[in-house]
Nanobody, 121 residues
Framework: QVQLVESGGGLVQPGGSLRLSCAAS????????MGWYRQAPGKERELVAR???????DYADSVKGRFAISRDTAKNTVYLQMNSLKPEDTAVYYC???????????????WGQGTQVTVSS
């Protein structure tokens, strides 16, 4: 019932930039947090960045100073601006949202299908 739709992935050269977008739709009472995870082949999925309903942000050490997360609460959309991209950033990037569908029920994790980011010359 809740869907997260990602866009903005693609192929970019080292040092380039991309902006990822993720829009949540469906039955949504409130969103506690939205963020981005990534998973490279043979590696565990890791948190890249997240933003809470209060506006607090967290970043992986490897992306601090290069990536920036933001949101448009009216559109239930989160963005990830990625600058100075490195080959090590190559991964499938997954949008994540912690959403309450009803006011009296616990929030749950929802995931997008993932978007491929490839950094290569």
């Amino acid at each position: 019932q809740v869907q997260l739709v990602e866009s903005g992935g693609g192929l970019v050269q080292p040092g380039g930039s991309l902006r990822l977008s993720c829009a949540a739709s469906g039955r949504i009472f409130s969103i506690n947090a939205m963020g981005w995870y990534r998973q490279a082949p043979g590696k565990e999925r890791e948190l890249v960045a997240r933003i809470t309903s209060g506006g607090s942000t967290d970043y992986a050490d490897s992306v601090k100073g290069r990536f920036a997360i933001s949101r448009d609460t009216a559109k239930n959309t989160v963005y990830l601006q990625m600058n100075s991209l490195k080959p090590e950033d190559t991964a499938v990037y997954y949008c994540n949202a912690i959403i309450s569908k009803y006011y009296n029920e616990a929030s749950r994790n929802y995931w997008g299908q993932g978007t491929q980011v490839t950094v290569s010359s």
